[in-house]
């Protein structure tokens, strides 16, 4: 796949879905877009590689390239969409489509208040758990959650949850270490209070 992953794209990535959100606003029509980008990234690219290969392709004109993009898409996507990404092209930045479009969705869940949420846990959570779940984080968090679960046998028990910067981590493992801290803070004091007894009882 001749897509772009670098932090190089992902910085690309972020200037122009700015400005396809920006558009998109502006034409009032930004969930129907952001349904085509996941089409055009999913059946076009995805299912697709040698599309791909052909629009990042340095032996084919850019003019061939707007044409080839205008068959396959215009009647598959708005006006918004369909310039959008022919801009792409022509600037030599579809290779960096890929990241294009993760920073577009960010900003879509941005504003649909989606908050990305990261659950690990000892065994995989079933479905009604992870349901049950996701509803007590809602007035948590203060919008909807967009859980992303991951198994970690290292935790034994027990859950740990990241939110942004936050973190709840209910894991048997972390309770074993804070009982384990607890123990050792006990002996180091119940040592250091039979010294300062024996001092004591030295100076008498």
């Known amino acids: 796949m001749p897509f772009n992953t670098s932090i190089e794209a992902t910085e690309i990535g972020k200037v122009y879905a700015d400005a396809l959100f920006g558009a998109s606003e502006d034409a009032n029509c930004t969930d129907a877009v952001a349904k085509e980008f996941d089409s055009v990234i999913m059946h076009a690219f995805e299912k697709e590689p040698r599309f791909a290969d052909l629009l990042t392709s340095v032996m084919i004109s850019i003019d061939e390239r707007q ?30 489509l890929p990241a294009v479009h993760d920073e577009f969705v960010s900003l879509c869940e941005k504003k649909a208040n989606i908050i990305a949420v990261n659950v690990t846990t000892a065994v995989e959570l079933p479905h009604r758990k992870l349901k049950h779940l996701t509803k007590e984080l809602e007035p948590i968090i203060g919008g909807t959650p967009k859980v992303t679960t991951k198994v970690d046998p290292d935790l034994i028990g027990g859950i740990v949850i990241h939110v942004g910067d936050h973190v709840l981590d209910a894991s048997v493992a972390n309770q074993l270490k804070q009982l384990r801290e607890q123990l050792i803070g006990r002996s180091r004091n119940e040592i250091q209070s039979r010294r300062d007894r024996f001092r004591y009882q030295a100076g008498d």
């Open 67 to 96: 044409r080839i993009i205008e068959r396959a898409f215009a009647k598959k996507t708005s006006k918004t969409l369909l310039s959008f990404l022919k801009i792409l092209s022509r600037n030599e930045r579809f290779d960096c």
